[in-house]
């Protein structure tokens, strides 16, 4: 398999060498030689910063992205929190959704002052139960 240097890792990545260097503290990835002072590591790793990365992106957090790896830096991803974490993400699309709304309504308002608009109270008393 071929071998990268961190810096090009980084370059690819597009992640610090101090970000890859945590990241090969907490265990997330490990190089697989040294070539001087610089860390090498397989290509296949490239694939698991990305996965770090979705996994980041979608909310887990890097502990959860830990758990999810096997000895080999790959994993059966767990369907059933992969489910629930897309739940949460439908559920915070809704709000900003709605929230979305609420600053446009705002903005373009007719009234005179926004809080004689029926509307923009009616969107104001959803967005505070938490609608």
Do not use: W
């Not at 979705?54 to 758990?67: D, H």
């Not at 059933?80 to 949460?88: F, G, T």
């Amino acid at each position: 398999m071929k071998m990268i240097d961190i810096g090009e890792v980084a370059q690819r990545s597009g992640l610090a060498p101090s970000t890859l260097r945590y990241y090969e503290e907490i265990g997330l990835i490990k190089p697989v030689a040294r070539h001087g002072l610089r860390r090498q590591y397989e290509s296949d790793t490239l694939d698991q910063l990305a996965l770090i990365s979705l996994g980041k992106a979608a909310g887990f957090s890097l502990t959860e992205v830990s758990n999810m790896f096997g000895r080999d830096g790959f994993s059966d991803l767990p369907r059933d929190a992969l489910h629930e974490r897309a739940n949460i993400l439908d559920s915070q699309i809704r709000r900003l959704t709605a929230l979305s709304s609420l600053v446009r309504h705002v903005a373009d308002c007719p009234a005179e002052t926004h809080m004689d608009c029926p509307k923009f109270r009616k969107l104001m008393r959803l967005a505070a139960k938490g609608q």
